[in-house]
C-alpha cells in the first residue's frame, strides 16, 4: 500500500513558475514507477510526466516537454514537477501517481496503482 499526498498547487500568472511535490508514504517507493496527470474542468485526465523506478528514466507529454521536469527522491519517498512558462491552459488539478510497471514508461492512467488527492494550479493570462 502506497499513500500519496500533493502540495505546491497554487495561483500563478501565465510564464510563471510553480513546483509541486508528492510525498509517499511506505518503504517500498523506489520500485514504484511515479507520475504526474492532470484534468481540467470538464476534460479528461491526462498524462503529463513519469519517471522511471529502474534507472530515473523520464518521458513527457508533448505539450508540457521543454517547460515541465519531473524528478524524485527515493531517500526521501518525494517526486516533485517543477513548471516553468506556464500557461493559462495548464490550469488543472494535478496529481501524483505510483504504478508498479514493470518497463517502458508507464503513460496511461491505468497503468498507476495509487493516486494522490490531488492539487489545483490555476494560471491567469
Known amino acids: 500500500q502506497v499513500q500519496l499526498e500533493e502540495s505546491g498547487g497554487g495561483l500563478v500568472q501565465a510564464g510563471g513558475s510553480l513546483s509541486l511535490s508528492c510525498a509517499a508514504s511506505?518503504?517500498?517507493?523506489?520500485?514504484?514507477?511515479m507520475g504526474w496527470f492532470r484534468q481540467a474542468p470538464g476534460k479528461e485526465r491526462e498524462f503529463v510526466a513519469t519517471?522511471?523506478?529502474?534507472?530515473?528514466?523520464?518521458y513527457y507529454a508533448d505539450s508540457v516537454k521543454g517547460r515541465f521536469t519531473i524528478s524524485r527522491d527515493n531517500a526521501k519517498n518525494t517526486v516533485a514537477l517543477q513548471m516553468n512558462s506556464l500557461k493559462p491552459e495548464d490550469t488543472a488539478v494535478y496529481s501524483c501517481?505510483?504504478?508498479?510497471?514493470?518497463?517502458?514508461?508507464?503513460?496511461?492512467?491505468?497503468?498507476?496503482?495509487?493516486w494522490g488527492q490531488g492539487t489545483q494550479v490555476t494560471v491567469s493570462s
Open positions: 511506505g518503504h517500498t517507493f523506489s520500485r514504484y514507477a
Open positions: 519517471i522511471r523506478q529502474s534507472d530515473g528514466g523520464t
Open positions: 501517481a505510483a504504478s508498479y510497471y514493470g518497463a517502458g514508461y508507464a503513460i496511461s492512467q491505468w497503468e498507476y496503482d495509487y
